[in-house]
C-alpha cells in the first residue's frame, strides 16, 4: 500500500507509544489512570475489530457477541467452576476463538449487506441467550466476580487485580501483546493477502490464493483478540453483564476505528482514547453521550472516510503501518 | 379459556402484528429495493410516528378520534420530512456506498433516539383509541379497534402495490430500481426518486406507529424490536420483493403471536432470529423467489 517500507521507524514509533503509556502509569492522577487502564482494554477490543474491518474490508456489526464471549468465557468459569485467574482468561480466549469459528463458517458464505446483517442477527441470538438463561448468566444485572476470586498466585508472589497499579500494568501487557501481534500480522504474507482481498477478492482468487480459509482465519484471531479484551475486561474490573453483548458494543468498535483510522495498527488506540474522553468530559453536563456518538458516525462517513491515521497516512506518513 | 380459542385469540393478536409488521417492512423493503440502501435507522422513524402522534394527539385534546386521526396525517408527513432532509444531506453525498450508508443510518440512529429521549423523555405514554367498541365473540370479547388495524394496513398495502404498479410515479421508481443509470440517461431524476423513496419508507414506517401506538405505548426505545422484525420479513420474503415481504409478514407476525402466547417471547425471537440468519446465508435469495442482487 505505501510506497516506502521503513520497518525500522514503524517500530520505533510502536515502542515510543508503549513506553509513553507505561510512564503515565506514574504520572496520571488517580482518575485517569483508572479511566487509561479501561481505554487499553477496550482500545484491544477495537484493533481486534479492526483486523477484520479495516484490513480483511469485512464489515461486522456483531462483534460485540466475541467481546462477551470473552467475558462470560472468564467471568464464569471463575464463579461457576473456580479456575484460576490465568486459566480463566485463556478459557475466554478459547470461547471467543471457538464462537468465532462457529460464526465464520456461518457468515463468510456471505457477503456485502448480507454479512453485516448476519453478524448482527447472530450477536443478537446470543445476547438474547443471555438473557434466557439468566439463572447462569446473571441476566440483564449481570453478575459482579469478587475480589478474592481475582487474586492468582506467580511463584512465591501474588498478584492482586484489584490494586490500581497492577491493573493498569496487566492492561498495558494485554495492550503490548495486541499491538505486537496485530504489527507483526499485517506485515506478514497473509496480512497483505487479505488486504488483496479486501480490494478485489475475485483478482485475489484468481492468483490462486483461497479466499476463504483467509478470511475465515482472520476471523478466528479477530474474534479471539475481542474475547482477550472482554476476558481482561471481566477479571480487571471484576463485572460481568448482558449489556456488553447488546448492539452498542458491537457499533462502539466500528465507531473507534473509523475515528481512529482503519487499517492502521495505533488507529485503535487514538479512536477509542478520544471518543472515551469526549464523552467522558460531555457526560459530565449533557446525559445524551449517544447524540455525540451519531453525530461523529456521520462526520466521520461525510468528511473523513480513513479516520486520523488513515489520513495523516495518505498525505504525508506513507510509512505508517 | 379452552385451547380452541386461546389459539383463536393468539391467532387474531397475530394477524394485528403482521399488519403493522408488513406496512414497517415493505418500508425497508422499498428503501432496499430501490436505493440498495439498508437503512438501520428505519426502526427510529417508527418511534417518531408513535412519540409524535402522541405529542399530535395530546396537543389537540378534544374527541379522541380527531387527535388520532390528525396524528394519523400529520405524524407521517413529519417523519417523511426528516427522512427526506437526512437523505439530501448524508445519504446521497455518500453515493450509496453500502457500509458508507449503514455507518450513517446507525448515526442517525443514535441521533433520533438521543433526541427522542431529550424531548419526550423515558416514560411510555398512552394515546386514546379513536373508537372503543368491542366485537363480542362466543368466548371473549375482541376490540373493533385492533381489527381495523388489520383492514385499514391492508388498504394501505392494496394501496402501495396500486401505486407501485399502475401509475406513473410507480414506474419511474420501478425502472430507477432495474437500472439507475438507463433511468437517468432518459431522463429521470434518479436523485429526486431516491429522496422521495426514502421518505415514502420513513412514512409506512410511522403510518404503522400511528396505528400501534393505541394498543402499545409510545416509548423511546420502541423502534429496535420493529427494526429486528422487518429485517428477518423482508430477508424471508426477499430483498425488494413486495409480496414476498407481506406473504413473509403474515407468516412471521402470526406465528410470533401464536409463539410467544404459549413459549417465553426471549425464546421466540432467538429462534426466529438464529432461524432468519441461518436462512440469510444458505439461501441469500430469500424464501420467495425473486433475486437478492
Known amino acids: 500500500m505505501s510506497g516506502e517500507h521503513k520497518p525500522a521507524k514503524a517500530y520505533a514509533l510502536h515502542l515510543a507509544v508503549l513506553a509513553l503509556l507505561f510512564a503515565l502509569n506514574f504520572l496520571l492522577p488517580a482518575y485517569h489512570h483508572g479511566l487509561l487502564a479501561r481505554i487499553m482494554v477496550l482500545a484491544v477490543f477495537a484493533m481486534g475489530y479492526n483486523l477484520l474491518f479495516g484490513y480483511a474490508g469485512l464489515l461486522s456489526l456483531g462483534h460485540a457477541m466475541f467481546f462477551a464471549a470473552g467475558m462470560y468465557g472468564a467471568g464464569l468459569s471463575v464463579l461457576h467452576f473456580g479456575f484460576a485467574v490465568p486459566l480463566a482468561f485463556l478459557a475466554g480466549i478459547a470461547c471467543g476463538a471457538l464462537l468465532a469459528l462457529v460464526v465464520g463458517l456461518l457468515a463468510l458464505r456471505t457477503s456485502g449487506v448480507a454479512f453485516m446483517i448476519v453478524t448482527m442477527m447472530f450477536a443478537q441470538v446470543f445476547a438474547l441467550s443471555l438473557i434466557y438463561f439468566a439463572g447462569f448468566t446473571g441476566g440483564d444485572q449481570g453478575l459482579v466476580i469478587p475480589q478474592p476470586a481475582r487474586l492468582f498466585g506467580v511463584g512465591s508472589a501474588t498478584i492482586d487485580l484489584t490494586d490500581p497499579a497492577v491493573r493498569y500494568m496487566a492492561a498495558l501487557a494485554l495492550f503490548a501483546v495486541a499491538l505486537l501481534v496485530t504489527l507483526h500480522l499485517v506485515r506478514s504474507r497473509h496480512g497483505r493477502v487479505l488486504v488483496a482481498i479486501r480490494e478485489n477478492e475475485e483478482r485475489t482468487r484468481m492468483l490462486g490464493y483461497d479466499t476463504f480459509a483467509n478470511k475465515l482465519a482472520v476471523t478466528v484471531v479477530s474474534g479471539a483478540i475481542s474475547a482477550a479484551a472482554g476476558a481482561a475486561f471481566a477479571l480487571l474490573f471484576g463485572y460481568v453483564g448482558a449489556n456488553f453483548a447488546g448492539v452498542q458494543y458491537s457499533i462502539l468498535p466500528l465507531l473507534w476505528v473509523l475515528l481512529g483510522g482503519a487499517a492502521t495498527t495505533l488507529g485503535p488506540l487514538l479512536g477509542t482514547l478520544v471518543i472515551y474522553v469526549i464523552t467522558d468530559t460531555a457526560s459530565s453536563f449533557t446525559s445524551a453521550w449517544l447524540l455525540i456518538v451519531g453525530i461523529v458516525l456521520i462526520l466521520l462517513v461525510l468528511f473523513f472516510p480513513k479516520g486520523v491515521l488513515g489520513t495523516l497516512r495518505a498525505r504525508w506518513l506513507g510509512w505508517l503501518p | ?293
Request: proline content about 5%; glycine content about 10%; overall charge positive.
Open chain 2, 1 to 293: 379459556m379452552a385451547f380452541g380459542p386461546h389459539l383463536l385469540l393468539a391467532l387474531l393478536e397475530g394477524l394485528v402484528s403482521a399488519a403493522v409488521l408488513s406496512l414497517t417492512a415493505l418500508g425497508l423493503s422499498l428503501v432496499f429495493g430501490v436505493m440498495r440502501v439498508v437503512n438501520v435507522a428505519h426502526g427510529e422513524f417508527f418511534m417518531l410516528g408513535a412519540v409524535l402522534a402522541w405529542a399530535v394527539a395530546n396537543a389537540l385534546g378534544g374527541h379522541p378520534a380527531a387527535g388520532f386521526f390528525a396524528a394519523l396525517v400529520v405524524a407521517p408527513l413529519i417523519v417523511g420530512a426528516i427522512a427526506w432532509l437526512s437523505e439530501r444531506l448524508v445519504l446521497s453525498r455518500l453515493n450509496y456506498d453500502p457500509e458508507s450508508t449503514i455507518v450513517a443510518t446507525i448515526g442517525l440512529l443514535y441521533i433520533i433516539q438521543q433526541l427522542a429521549l431529550t424531548f419526550y423523555g423515558p416514560e411510555a405514554r398512552p394515546v386514546t383509541p379513536p373508537f372503543t367498541w368491542r366485537l363480542s365473540l362466543p368466548w371473549f370479547g375482541y376490540s373493533a379497534y385492533k381489527l381495523s388495524i388489520v383492514l385499514f394496513s391492508a388498504l394501505l398495502l392494496v394501496a402501495t402495490w396500486l401505486v407501485l404498479t399502475r401509475t406513473k410515479a410507480g414506474l419511474i421508481m420501478r425502472a430507477t430500481q432495474y437500472d439507475s443509470e438507463t433511468a437517468q440517461a432518459f431522463g429521470i431524476p434518479v436523485g429526486r426518486v431516491y429522496a422521495g423513496v426514502f421518505a415514502l419508507g420513513a412514512m409506512l414506517a410511522a403510518l404503522a406507529a400511528v396505528l400501534i401506538v393505541p394498543i402499545s405505548q409510545a416509548h423511546y426505545l420502541m423502534g429496535h424490536d420493529p427494526l429486528l422484525l422487518s429485517f428477518i420479513v423482508v430477508i424471508i420474503g426477499g430483498l425488494g420483493s413486495l409480496r414476498g415481504t407481506v406473504v413473509a409478514a403474515v407468516l412471521i407476525g402470526v406465528s410470533d403471536g401464536v409463539i410467544s402466547m404459549f413459549f417465553s417471547p426471549t425464546l421466540a425471537k432467538m429462534i426466529a432470529t438464529l432461524a432468519v440468519a441461518l436462512a440469510l446465508v444458505f439461501r441469500p435469495q430469500g424464501l420467495f423467489g425473486a433475486t437478492a442482487r
